[in-house]
């Protein structure tokens, strides 16, 4: 889930996070729109902040390119092992 997707479920201001986070509403306006990735030190606070709801991998986009669930990774990696030689 995205910050800004997060913000707007929880009807909560920029302001409002960035205070409950301890950074600037400016720093998590840029982190909500997409504008910057929170440094090492701002990622496990807003992971903490929205229980999980939004980690690294959000801002990265990581999670919406793996498969569906581990039955469709597990078939992906078996297609794509090299096959027994006959």
Do not use: C
Not at 56 to 74: E, H, R, S, V
């Amino acid at each position: 889930m995205t910050l800004k997707d997060w913000l707007a479920e929880q009807q909560l201001s920029a302001s409002d996070f960035a205070a409950r986070i301890g950074r600037t509403a400016e720093s998590v306006r840029r982190y909500a729109n997409g504008e910057r990735i929170p440094d090492k030190e701002t990622m496990p606070l807003i992971a903490a902040e929205t229980a999980n709801a939004v980690t690294a991998n959000d801002f990265f986009g990581i999670a919406t390119m793996l498969p569906g669930p581990a039955d469709d990774l597990a078939a992906l990696v078996a297609d794509q092992s090299p096959s027994e030689a006959a």
